[in-house]
């Protein structure tokens, strides 16, 4: 149950904070002084997207913030637990709005994704806008109602989804199908390029090995020429090699060393250096050995460099690449021989999805052809009670064509009305008058909302084009509703207003420079007060007064309201 909402900074809302109890909740007031924005603001506080444009002007956010009593909401407690956000059994939401758009939202003080906020939000509450007789003619609300009012949308949604996995499994199969037209091309076309790869038999690491031998090849004669000189300069000159100057300097420091200690680290220095320049002395001695100048050698590198790269080319890639391309195109064969085996085994595997989902579709259009009986008994009455005697109300659940299927099963649900009796039933699509739409519409609210769990449901001006007797009697069948649920009622008709258990007043009021919406709960002379203005108008005299005391106290004898209005 809705404990209590507050607006903050909202359109023409300045600041409202409201508490509520259970029962029937009337909400009235002038055309434009705000009542569906509170209906609006309950949307956004459940998720609802909005805009900055939300936010009233010179306010840099706005702010709601409802309180929801949860014991005897078993549902929303446990997801509240299951996500780590129970408090007991109170549930507080808030969103904020700021001007620049963003958007922020909270459970019980911990912040949320917007979803989560939804998502709890349609465990709570449920709002059936004034607009809703429009969309009534469409197929998939009407889908969808019937599925509520039947409890079945769990098996609608086992329904779409195993539609969902049968498509995707069908479509692999199609798809490999498609392949296997031209397997045996493919299979030819691969094993040639394998063959050429396993020719190649590129090893891991050969391009760079094969890279730097290139290099050093065609760099043969310089290397050879730059170890000799090398050589001669540090060991093989007659006089002047850095070894023998390096002796003569090391036994000239030795001399001295023996006057001045200090300079025998120096001594040390210059005996490495020397085994230094021999050990780099027959090094150099040994590459210039080993150095290979046979053209063959040098023949026989470029030619391999040229086959790989030649490959490379010939599949657009670089030649670093070939290895894992050698590997891809394994895996392509393999799956492309085997593809008789995988098409058996997916080719089961749809069958499989498919005869899940035609059991899944079966069991629902069962479940939706009884509840269509139920449906269209439950409606036909409250047609009867709104001012539509010998109206007709059907749900029509016809099977398609079986090799049409779609993700919300074989069925096709039409809703069919005869507004009078002897008239034949025809969509309710083709029906004419507003009012009798309207009154349609509340009928199917109504009834479909007892097949729901939610305790609270908000009514924006569904009463719109009713009016004298009808405009009461569904004034009786939402304060009916209200005896199980918390109700909440937008209304301008005072015949509804009348039977509310609880009655608010929504105001527009401006200085002049800003303008403000406030609400007031209602004591029995303002309910008065306010009814006699929705009955006569701009003027309201002593005898409107005393309809309107009329109309309310007869409600209280026929013991339709609880006192505590």
């Excluded at 903050?8 to 434009?32: H, Q, W």
């Excluded at 540090?234 to 390096?246: I, K, R, Y």
């Excluded at 649900?413 to 309207?438: C, F």
């Excluded at 929504?506 to 002049?512: E, N, P, T, V």
């Amino acid at each position: 149950m809705l404990n209590s909402l507050q607006v903050r900074n909202f359109a023409i809302i300045d600041a409202v904070e409201v508490e509520f109890s259970a029962g029937m909740t009337v909400l009235t007031g002038e055309t434009g002084a705000g009542k569906s924005i509170l209906v609006d603001a309950l949307g956004l506080v459940l998720g609802e997207r909005g805009g900055s444009g939300l936010v009233r002007t010179g306010a840099k956010r706005a702010e709601f913030t409802a309180e929801f009593d949860l014991q005897n909401l078993p549902n929303a407690r446990a997801w509240l637990d299951e996500q780590m956000l129970d408090l007991d059994d109170e549930c507080n939401l808030r969103r904020v709005v700021g001007a620049d758009g963003r958007s922020r939202a909270f459970i019980n003080g911990n912040s949320v994704p917007l979803q989560s906020l939804k998502t709890l939000g349609e465990m709570l509450l449920d709002i059936h806008g004034q607009h809703f007789h429009q969309s009534l003619g469409r197929r998939d609300i009407q889908r969808n109602l019937l599925d509520y009012y039947g409890g079945l949308v769990d098996v609608a949604v086992a329904t779409a989804t195993a539609f969902s996995e049968w498509q995707s499994l069908a479509t692999q199969l199609n798809e490999l199908e498609t392949a296997n037209n031209d397997r045996n091309a493919r299979l030819e076309l691969l094993r040639f390029q394998l063959d050429e790869l396993n020719a190649l038999d590129l090893q891991n690491g050969e391009l760079d090995k094969l890279a730097d031998e290139r290099s050093k090849l065609q760099n043969s004669g310089r290397l050879t020429e730059g170890v000799a000189s090398s050589l001669e300069r540090l060991f093989d000159a007659d006089t002047s090699n850095a070894q023998s100057l390096l002796a003569e300097a090391t036994l000239t420091i030795e001399s001295l060393a023996s006057v001045d200690p200090a300079l025998s680290p120096i001594v040390d220095m210059l005996q490495e250096a020397n085994i230094q320049v021999s050990e780099a002395a027959d090094s150099l001695r040994r590459y210039g050995d080993a150095l290979d100048m046979d053209p063959a050698r040098q023949n026989s590198v470029e030619e391999r460099l040229d086959a790989i790269n030649n490959i490379a080319r010939k599949h657009r890639i670089d030649p670093e690449g070939i290895g894992e391309l050698h590997q891809h195109l394994g895996k392509q064969l393999s799956d492309l021989t085997h593809a008789e085996e995988r098409g058996a085994e997916l080719k089961e595997s749809v069958q499989l999805a498919e005869a899940n989902f035609r059991k899944s579709a079966k069991r629902l259009s069962a479940g939706r052809k009884k509840a269509a009986k139920a449906f269209s008994k439950d409606v036909t009455k409250a047609m009867a009670g709104l001012g539509m005697p010998g109206g007709v109300f059907e749900v029509s659940v016809a099977a398609r064509d079986i090799s049409e299927p779609r993700a919300f099963g074989a069925d096709d649900i039409e809703y069919l009305i005869s507004a009078n009796p002897g008239q034949k039933t025809q969509p309710i699509s083709k029906v004419a008058s507003g009012g009798e739409l309207s009154r349609m519409s509340l009928s199917i609210q109504v009834i479909a909302s007892d097949g729901s769990a939610i305790p609270t449901m908000i009514f924006d001006e569904v009463d719109s084009g009713v009016g004298g007797g009808v405009a009461e009697m569904v004034g009786t069948r939402l304060h009916d509703l209200g005896k199980s649920r918390q109700v909440f009622c937008v209304t301008h008709l005072p015949q509804v207003a009348s039977l509310g258990d609880n009655h608010f007043r929504i105001m527009k009021l401006s200085d002049g420079r800003s303008t403000k919406t406030s609400i007031t709960h209602l004591t029995e002379e303002e309910r008065i007060e306010e009814i006699a203005r929705m009955l006569g108008g701009v003027e309201i005299t002593d005898r409107t007064r005393d309809h309107a005391a009329e109309m309310l106290n007869s409600e209280r004898r026929n013991g339709r309201v609880n006192k505590r209005a």
